[in-house]
């Protein structure tokens, strides 16, 4: 015994520059984002390609250094980092595809800041890059930026404990929209990777094993010309607004300069619309939900097909009515002639994703019912994809803008937007998609638990909360005992663990009115102390107690809350403990035409 602990002892001397070294990570897991499938094939081959420079050659990611041959991994539609990344951890859906979102619920397109604002997708990394300079800079020094990055995500590799260390780059994707060579960027982090698994070796006695993935692919098409879809929007009689009052209104969230638009209109237009479409310059696929489980494809040559979706048996059906906008008529007769198609003519999902991984739109008929209905909790009743010279961008957006060079983009149907990457050093991995990967891996476990380190606050209901595929939190079982229809406050801390007692004070203050009439930015708006109210949350919930949660209370909504309808708010919130305020959160919030509260 005591001699054991001695060796330990002295070990833990020698290598106390890597501290602890026997616990280091079995798994090192980089999301690096926008790292297209086509670029990684290129570079584990040997590429060479002229650039500024010259001629280049390059060679990076080999199988002389351990690597298996990347796999595709095809994102969701919108193939969007957001979107894809919440579908590949398997993590409740997003309210809105973008940080500016159309909430049903609100009826109000809603604004997130985007820079400042962390999804859940990036607090579940024990390491990113959480610095909104970073962040903001990251389209402008996007190089530097990026190898900041790398040595940072070595650096606190070497700190970290637990089997799984995940870490988000995310300025590998900003670096390409800036039209930086993704040779260079890739060949840097293999570079350091090599080093970083020669250390490790030496500490260890074995190799590391390391996973890349990303999320889609980019288009590198060079700068697109901007579609003019307010204009023939409002050509066609159809008015661009904030909500949806009357049948010719429709709401445009944009953020950024993208090669695919959502837009929300009143369902009564979506196939008129979704047919005006077909005109607008600068579209290839338009594809519109029509019917709960039957959704319209159309292209820019006026061809049309149908989708049809069994959802209790996720099996899809497509029937071409006049031409075939997506090229599957072949696809589904092959599937005929080897016994995959039903008697109704549906194939299962994965049957459709065998027959179409290397097709030109792949796994199109899954992505585009799941971009309709499930990959957020609003879905838009229209997403069109755009043909690779255009792109789709906020009109604010002006000269100058970080964003006006963009010369690639991602979010598109086709393969070169959406074929991001799987690639690993310890086990050979097959082709798959955003909602498949997690089946492969453990269901990637071992990401951070933030809100058992984190202060934070929302408001969840029963649906939403049951729409997170891979359960995590013990509220993602627990949700279940909740009523129906019903919202609550959820409330998480470190400090909760502590506290004893369980009732929660908060202060709400009214930030804007009827929300049609917001302003442009619901974050630049200043409360009003005037008319701040106080409430007292509690008891929290008791819910089943196997799921109990030491760092999160749910909270039903006090009896007393009276709000205006349609508006914004700010809630700031804190627990007592020992005379001290505890687990503080603050928080905005839109209220629903009955003045409750909306969750998303
Ligand atoms: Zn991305
Ligand atoms: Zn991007």
């Not at 939900?289 to 049809?308: K, Y």
Request: hydrophobic share 35%; net charge negative; proline share 4%.
């Amino acid at each position: 015994m005591t001699s054991a602990k001695t060796v330990i002892s002295l070990l833990s001397v020698f290598f106390v520059a890597v501290s602890t070294a026997w616990a280091l990570p079995q798994r090192l897991i980089i999301g690096m984002d926008g790292i297209s499938y086509r670029d990684m094939k290129a570079l584990q081959e040997g590429v060479v390609y002229t650039n500024f420079w010259g001629v280049v050659r390059r060679h990076g990611f080999g199988l002389d250094e351990g690597y298996f041959p990347v796999s595709r991994m095809v994102s969701t539609f919108p193939s969007t980092s957001d979107v894809a990344w919440t579908d590949i951890f398997g993590n409740r859906p997003l309210p809105g595809y973008q940080r500016t979102f159309y909430s049903v619920a609100a009826n109000s397109e809603i604004a997130i800041n985007g820079l400042t604002s962390t999804m859940e997708h990036e607090r579940q990394m024990q390491w990113q890059s959480e610095s909104d300079l970073t962040r903001s800079m990251g389209y402008i020094y996007s190089v530097h930026v990026y190898e900041y990055e790398v040595r940072e995500m070595v650096n606190s590799f070497w700190k970290a404990t637990g089997t799984n260390f995940y870490a988000y780059v995310r300025s590998s994707d900003d670096a390409q929209h800036m039209d930086r060579d993704v040779f260079t960027l890739l060949c840097y982090m293999d570079q350091k990777l090599q080093e970083l698994r020669a250390r490790y070796r030496a500490i260890e006695g074995h190799d590391l094993q390391i996973l890349i993935i990303s999320d889609h692919g980019h288009n590198h098409a060079g700068r697109g010309e901007r579609v003019q879809i307010i204009p023939f929007l409002e050509k066609n009689g159809y008015q661009v607004a904030r909500s949806i009052q009357h049948s010719n209104e429709v709401v445009l969230p944009t953020s950024g300069i993208e090669d695919w638009i959502e837009i929300h209109n009143s369902p009564s237009e979506t196939e008129r619309l979704a047919e005006k479409l077909v005109h607008l310059k600068g579209t290839d696929v338009i594809t519109a939900r029509i019917q709960p489980g039957r959704f319209l494809v159309l292209n820019s040559q006026n061809e049309r097909a149908v989708i049809d979706w069994d959802a209790m048996s996720n099996a899809f059906r497509y029937s071409t009515v006049n031409g075939d906008p997506l090229r599957y008529g072949p696809v589904a007769q092959a599937l005929g002639r080897e016994g995959k198609l039903d008697a109704r003519g549906f194939a299962t999902a994965d049957n459709w994703m065998k027959a179409t991984m290397t097709n030109h739109y792949p796994l199109a008929l899954q992505r585009i019912v799941r971009g309709l209905t499930r990959v957020t909790l609003n879905p838009a009743t229209i997403l069109v994809s755009l043909d690779n010279h255009y792109v789709h961008a906020a009109a604010l957006i002006n000269a100058g803008s970080k964003l006006e060079s963009t010369e690639s983009t991602h979010g598109a149907l086709d393969d070169i937007n959406s074929l991001g990457i799987v690639l690993s050093n310890f086990t050979s991995t097959h082709d798959t998609s955003t909602d498949r990967v997690a089946g492969y891996f453990g269901n990637f476990s071992g990401l951070r638990e933030y809100r058992a380190e984190e202060n934070g606050a929302e408001w969840v209901n029963k649906p939403e909360q049951s729409r997170a595929r891979i359960k995590r939190d013990p509220f993602d079982w627990s949700y279940k005992s909740l009523p129906n229809n019903q919202i609550f406050l959820r409330v998480w801390s470190p400090d909760l663990a502590r506290a004893g007692d369980d009732t929660l004070h908060a202060s709400i203050v009214k930030l804007s009115g009827a929300s049609a009439d917001a302003g442009p930015d619901p974050v630049s708006l200043q409360p009003s102390v005037l008319h701040e109210q106080n409430y007292t949350f509690g008891p929290a919930t008791s819910l089943a107690r196997n799921f109990e949660s030491a760092y999160e209370r749910i909270y039903p909504c006090p009896t007393n809350l009276s709000l205006e309808p349609s508006s914004v708010y700010q809630i700031s919130g804190w627990a007592e403990n020992g005379g001290k305020s505890a687990a503080r959160f603050e928080f905005s919030f839109n209220t629903d035409d009955e003045g409750k509260p909306v969750a998303y």
